[in-house]
């Protein structure tokens, strides 16, 4: 087997999953992370950004998002890896455990399989460049700038820094103030307000219900005893009006924006071989490797709306196994006509541009297909059905009760009520609601999902 030089962009669970697998077949490999300890954005940081909605390009740029009081909207039963499942307690003992205790248990994987050594903190990958046979990794730690040339690069920086905003008629001309759930980090600034979300995923759900207690008025798309349900916004005036879709209207004083994030690779230069456009990075061969580069290039942690533990995990050995030649991929043609054919597949049901990562209704036919690829056991049916059972759930009128639910109960078979609620939705029905509630805003899914 080759021995390759791999350079990973990226300490949170991707970064890290990719180190541990390639790390673990003999590969030296060398972690980027430009925060100053591992985590990704399950490490919380009090900070905001200056600008509310985050779209100066000269901005500081605040790389976390994670607010005070989030716990994961997932349990801790499909968010382990195979070989270190999150099962240790280590303060909070909740099924649906805070982001501190999330943040316990990866430090504690990258102690216990020797990746904290492989990763240089503090250190921003500012280009990633073919040139000839090898990349060129330029990295800034501080004013101290160098490249270093790698066999490979696995580019795992999620996709939760770049903010995508609602655009209604005339809001140039609203003069209330805007923010994104990139910047939401406690409610106590939002005292006496009257706000307006945006969005009906999972940071709108959450979000509602913190700033609930010390706001006026909050109202959102989304079910619940704290706040007054409507529809989407319509159009805002210059008088501070929102006007919804059906006819209503309320005058706010806050705008917030929890719909979802954009994919950004600033560093990546690839002469227009992989691009970002309208939220499609591609083309990418089962979003992981460029048909046109190959091996040399891949990406983990693209897809939403699938439990993103297995799939990181399955996307990171496929990536191993490939650079040590025992897998070989499809040539560059195939490769490019399964991915157009995807996308031609996408289009012919509808689904957006923007969605073509989201996996709401194939998600585990996407995990068996990577399972097949490096010879391993599917994802159990078990932690398949708590997902299922889950997502059907949290947008149904008791999605407010769904951290407080026995989980151990639904994995000995005590979940009839689960599964009642999940026949209700089709595949169809399903996407839909991603679609309309999640969209990309899988930040608060919060890499759990």
């Known amino acids: 087997m080759p ?20 790390q673990r077949v003999g590969h030296r490999v060398t972690i980027f992370e430009k925060q100053n300890q591992l985590g ?34 997932f349990p801790r039963h499909v968010m382990g890896f195979s070989d270190f499942p999150f099962t240790k307690i280590y303060e ?40 000839e046979d090898e990349w060129v990794v330029e990295s800034r730690m501080g004013e101290l700038t160098r490249e270093e040339g790698f066999d490979a690069v696995v580019v795992c ?4 820094t770049e903010p995508r905003v609602a655009n209604f008629p005339d809001i140039g001309q609203w003069p209330g103030k805007q923010i994104h759930s990139h910047n939401y980090r406690v409610p106590e600034p939002f005292h006496n307000q009257i706000v307006v979300m945006t969005g009906a995923g999972p940071s709108a759900y959450d979000i509602s219900r913190d700033i609930a207690g010390v706001a006026n008025y909050t109202t959102t798309k989304l079910a619940s005893d704290n706040t007054s349900q409507t529809t989407d916004i319509d159009y805002v005036d210059e008088s501070g009006r929102v006007a ?55 990406f983990v942690g693209i897809p939403c709306n ?12 496929w990536i191993s196994c490939v650079l040590s030649s025992k897998v070989v991929l499809p040539s560059k043609e195939a490769m490019l006509a399964d991915t157009n054919e995807h996308y031609r597949s996408l289009e012919e049901r509808g689904i957006p541009k ?25 994802v159990e049916e078990r932690l398949k059905n708590i997902y299922k059972q889950l997502v059907s759930v949290f947008f149904s009128s008791e999605g407010d009760q769904i951290r ?20 209700k939705h089709s595949a169809s029905k399903l996407l839909a609601a991603f679609e309309e509630n999640v969209g990309h805003d899988n930040s608060k899914v919060v890499e759990s999902s």
């Open 3 to 22: 021995c390759l030089n791999v350079a990973v962009i990226g300490a949170g669970i991707g970064g890290l999953c990719a180190g541990r697998k390639l």
């Open 306 to 317: 699938i439990t993103l533990f297995p799939m990181m995990e399955l996307q990171s050995k």
């Open 157 to 160: 920086v999620g996709h939760h």
């Open 354 to 378: 923007h969605s073509t990562h989201s996996l709401a209704t194939t998600a585990f036919q996407y995990l068996d297909w990577l399972a097949s690829q490096v010879k391993v056991q599917p």
């Open 40 to 73: 990704g954005t399950w490490v919380y940081d009090p900070r905001v950004e200056s600008d509310p909605l985050s779209l100066d390009p000269d901005r500081e740029i605040i790389h976390r998002s994670l607010y005070a009081s989030l716990r994961t909207n």
């Open 244 to 298: 919804f879709v059906d006819g209503s209207s309320v005058c706010a004083d806050i705008i917030f924006h929890c719909t979802g994030y954009m994919f950004s690779f600033p560093f990546l230069r690839t002469n227009g071989i992989v691009t970002v456009d309208d939220n499609r990075v591609g083309p990418l061969y089962k979003h992981v490797f460029s048909p046109e580069i190959g091996s040399r290039l891949s």
């Open 92 to 131: 909070d003992s909740r099924a649906f455990p805070s982001h501190e205790e999330h943040l316990r248990f990866l430090n504690d994987f990258s102690e216990q399989f020797g990746l904290v050594e492989l990763t240089q903190l503090n250190t921003e990958v500012v280009r990633v460049e073919l040139k």
């Open 404 to 423: 407080e639910w026995d989980v151990d109960s639904w994995v000995n078979g005590n979940h009839l009520k689960l599964l009642a609620a999940s026949e």
